[in-house]
């Protein structure tokens, strides 16, 4: 008897597991980046991101490594920047032809929009005063079936 009922409870298990899944990752992966901005900041953060950050994105785009990029706001002073990685290949180090390809797009983007090195790094330093990174997290797509 104890056989019996030990031989119907496997039994059940392996029926569970022969079911079809009801869930399967996206391809890709999400970085989402979420910032506390200083209340009252978030115009100069965001003046700050369309000249550094998103030009920075519209580089990697150009070069293959992230397919989508987004910036959200919330109500409460938070933003959240978001880079779509094709797959986590895309997410390993630069190479050095990686490294001076966007050097050069980067250098090429500052130059038309007037202003050099130093006025883009000035820029970027600001964001230590306006804003506080609260988490990096690497976020993945369910789809449902």
């Known amino acids: 008897m104890k056989y019996l009922l030990l031989t119907l409870i496997s039994l059940s298990f392996v029926s569970f597991s022969q079911e079809e899944p009801s869930r ?17 900041n978030m115009g100069d953060y965001m003046d700050g991101l369309e000249q550094t950050w998103v030009p920075a994105a519209e580089i990697q785009k150009e ?4 397919t989508d990029y987004a910036v959200w706001t919330s109500n409460n002073s938070v933003a959240y920047l978001a880079l779509y990685y094709p797959s986590h290949a895309n997410m390993d180090p630069w190479t050095e032809e990686q490294q001076a390809e966007f050097a050069e797009k980067l250098e090429e983007y500052r130059e038309a929009k007037g202003f050099d090195a130093e006025d883009y790094e000035k820029i970027s330093s600001s964001y230590k005063e306006l804003r506080d990174i609260r988490s990096v997290e690497l976020t993945y797509q369910i789809n449902f079936n």
Do not use: K, S
């Open 24 to 40: 399967e990752y996206a391809p890709g992966v999400w970085e989402l980046t979420t910032v506390d901005v200083d209340w009252g």
């Open 63 to 66: 070069m293959g490594i992230i």
